[in-house]
């Protein structure tokens, strides 16, 4: 690098230089991330931003480097200095969102494809990442249909983050697995405050174990979760245009479905949530042109109110447990007031 380029870290509470750094990546037809918790400027001797890179834990987004300074090595600066520093906190494994003309130098840089859209690329810093958690489902699959002597021909598949698992979910999942000779359900990754990513996958198993057709998945970091579909997980989600989820069911169409041959995917009907709703929108359109074809389930009721996870939620903060007794099955109600009644 240019020893009269100076190399730094920004923070979001400055104002001042937050905004320059907005301005220098609208240049580049970017956005800035509000989820990125690390940022790192380049900037020449005239104090102007020539390239930049943010983390979001694990994932490098909002990497640009100025159109006349592309061929300085610059990005391969500042990628290595964000690799340093997600390794200063114990964080090994490394994805990125880059422009797909960038995946030629992420390669050198140690970096393989997961998947690209018309816009975006998804790389990942271990090899065969993706491939391995492919081929781990695949055996998933495999053991449970000759230990339960299935013979699928109607394969569906349910999505959920399951925070917890409710009646609701339940529902849903025993509606699906009546129309289908196998059904695959995939719990979302990640912990929250409320149920960590282990507690809700057993949740779920616990509440569909008489059902010898349904088999329970770790989403983990491929389908649908931050990484390739942010929206979802930000609190402020009411700017349904900026949805882009395009990734996420890219994903699943090329390289999810056709693995498990899933002919059918399952959704409950969303009315509250509108980046949900915009998913859910997205979805329909794409799986119009794919082999997977798409049923929507009304979801269940308690009298006139519908059954949601963010409900007992709710109900867990005020310490209302009774109130969560008919959102919920028996299993899930007994490990709530486990967990959170004193």
């Known amino acids: 690098m240019n020893n009269q380029y100076q190399i730094s870290t920004i923070s979001i509470y400055n104002k001042y230089r937050l905004t320059n750094l907005i301005n220098f990546l609208n240049t580049q037809g970017l956005d800035f991330d509000n989820n990125v918790n690390f940022t790192v400027i380049i900037k020449n001797e005239k104090e102007q931003i020539i390239a930049t890179g943010s983390l979001d834990t694990n994932i490098i987004k909002c990497l640009a480097v100025a159109p006349n300074h592309r061929n300085e090595g610059l990005s391969a600066t500042i990628v290595s200095y964000l690799i340093n520093k997600a390794a200063s906190e114990g964080i ?6 880059t422009k797909c003309e960038n995946e030629d130098m992420f390669k050198d840089l140690g970096f393989y494809a997961i998947e690209k859209t018309n816009k975006i690329l998804l790389m990942e810093n271990i090899k065969n990442g993706f491939t391995n958690y492919l081929n781990n489902i695949k055996k998933e699959t495999e053991a449970f249909i000759h230990i339960n002597n299935i013979q699928p021909k109607k394969i569906g ?42 507690e809700r996958v057993t949740l779920v198993k616990q509440g569909i174990k008489n059902h010898d057709n349904i088999i329970v998945h770790y989403a983990k970091d491929y389908i649908l ?16 245009s900026n949805i882009n989820c395009e990734l996420d069911v890219t994903i699943f169409i090329n390289k999810i479905a056709p693995l498990l041959n899933i002919t059918h995917r399952f959704l409950g009907t969303e009315s509250n949530d509108l980046v949900t709703k915009a998913y859910n929108d997205y979805l329909t359109n794409a799986l119009k042109h794919s082999n997977v074809e798409l049923e929507i389930i009304d979801r269940e009721k308690v009298g006139n109110i519908i059954i949601s996870a963010s409900k007992v939620r709710k109900y867990i903060e005020n310490k209302e447990f009774d109130k969560i007794k008919d959102f919920v099955p028996k299993t899930t109600y007994e490990f709530i007031l486990n967990k959170f009644k004193l």
């Open 92 to 97: 090994r494994k490394l994805f990125v969102y």
């Open 225 to 240: 979760s931050p990484l390739t579909f942010p929206t979802y997980f930000i609190k402020e989600k009411t700017q349904t």
């Open 157 to 198: 598949c349910i999505i959920a983050n399951c925070n917890p698992f409710t009646k609701g979910h339940l529902y849903l999942m025993e509606t699906s697995a009546k129309k289908c000779d196998l059904l695959h359900v995939f719990v979302l990754s990640g912990s929250n405050k409320f149920f960590t990513e282990e």
